[in-house]
Nanobody
Framework: QVRLVESGGGLVQPGGSLTLSCAVF????????IGWFRQAPGKEREGVSC????????YYGDSVKGRFTIVRDIAKNVVYLQMLNLKPEDTAVYYC???????????WGRGTQVTVSS
């Protein structure tokens, strides 16, 4: 059974940092690229970052470049999203999924809430 489980969200002040985890069960990180997405209230779900299954290449949305880093631990089957210098506009529910594109991802986690506020 394939499952993706996000964790690590929370409340943080502007300028702070968080690291999200996406634990993947039932498939290998060599089989599927893993994407991080987010959805704020009243907005569409958007891509944040992605790591390729084939060679570990990474991709970032323009709004998070230079602040977020995606890494994967093959041995643990976990993908992390390190978030630095967080801004109020980063507030959203963050999801991981088995693709870099929203419309193509077959498996999704349930999400973890990130709130950036003073």
């Amino acid at each position: 059974q394939v499952r993706l489980v996000e964790s690590g969200g929370g409340l943080v002040q502007p300028g702070g940092s968080l690291t999200l985890s996406c634990a993947v069960f039932g498939l290998s990180l060599y089989e599927y690229s893993i994407g991080w997405f987010r959805q704020a209230p009243g907005k569409e779900r958007e891509g944040v970052s992605c790591i390729s299954s084939s060679d570990g290449s990474t991709y970032y949305g323009d709004s998070v470049k230079g602040r977020f880093t995606i890494v994967r631990d093959i041995a643990k089957n976990v993908v992390y999203l390190q978030m630095l210098n967080l801004k109020p506009e980063d507030t959203a529910v963050y999801y991981c999924a088995t693709d870099c594109t929203v419309g193509r991802a077959k498996y999704w986690g349930r999400g973890t809430q990130v709130t950036v506020s003073s």
